[in-house]
């Protein structure tokens, strides 16, 4: 069974910079594609980036290009989400989710497993 775990959230002042983890089991990932969701309030859940590392492609969302960065450690079955140059917008539960199709995909229907989410918030 794939189980997602995500930790790194909290509370920072506008440009800060927070590091998201999320832990994965149940499968060896390194031919998963593994990404990034958020949902902030009233909100429908959005795409922020996704690593495809079998592929050597990734994507970002125009809204963070540039401040966030995706990348994984396949030994640890683990995604990273570095996040620099906060602001309050960014402010959201964030998702790791893992899609086991083939492709990079931006859409949040074709993420196959999901993780229970970690709370970020930017104060400004």
């Known amino acids: 069974q794939v189980q997602l775990v995500e930790s790194g959230g909290g509370l920072v002042q506008a440009g800060g910079s927070l590091r998201l983890s999320c832990a994965a089991s149940g499968r060896t990932f390194s031919n998963y594609v593994m990404g990034w969701f958020r949902q902030a309030p009233g909100k429908e859940r959005e795409f922020v980036a996704a690593d495809n590392w079998s592929a050597g492609e990734t994507l970002y969302a125009d809204s963070v290009r540039g401040r966030f960065t995706i990348s994984r450690d396949n030994g640890r079955n683990t995604v990273y989400l570095q996040m620099n140059s906060l602001k309050p917008e960014d402010t959201a539960v964030y998702y790791c989710?893992?899609?086991?199709?083939?492709?990079?995909?931006?859409?949040?229907?074709?993420?196959?497993?999901w993780g229970q989410g970690t709370q970020v918030t930017v104060s400004s």
């Open positions: 989710a893992v899609r086991s199709g083939p492709g990079t995909a931006y859409s949040r229907s074709l993420y196959d497993y």
